[in-house]
């Protein structure tokens, strides 16, 4: 009774993990009409691109790809108008991130959180 009691507890434990870092997903009905955008929502949306385009890290990685300015200039120009809207609406939620540094760190403290408290509790862990 005692092994199934302690197998629940970590299969819970295990279960609440992978429900935690699950990612949150957003769903929502999408129009079937085309919005008419003004010019000043396109010109802001511009700036939008622009800006995210010019961060260093973007900037490098398009480097990378063999994508010169001037041919992202031609391709940003020939979006259309909703094209851009929807690209300036997703921008705010990408995240430009490195290699994954944070997750790594995030892991090795919670690994190194677990030892610590199975420590200080007095338990023994043992391999055989």
């Known amino acids: 009774m005692k092994k199934l009691k302690a197998v ?13 870092i699950t990612p949150r997903c957003f769903a929502a009905f999408s129009p079937s009409e085309v919005i008419a955008l003004s010019q000043g929502e396109r010109s802001q949306d511009l700036q939008k ?14 480097r990378e ?23 300036a609406l997703h921008l705010d939620e990408m995240k430009i991130s490195g290699d994954g540094g944070e997750i790594i760190i995030i892991l090795l403290l919670i690994a190194i959180l677990i030892v610590l408290i199975i420590y200080l509790s007095g338990h023994r862990v043992v391999v055989k």
């Open 8 to 20: 629940l507890v970590w299969y819970l434990v295990v279960a609440m993990f992978f429900i935690a």
């Open 49 to 62: 691109v622009q800006k995210f385009l010019e961060s260093k890290m973007v900037r490098e990685r398009l």
């Open 65 to 87: 790809l063999s994508f010169t300015p001037e041919e992202i200039q031609l391709k940003l120009g020939g979006l259309s108008d909703p094209q851009v809207h929807q690209l």
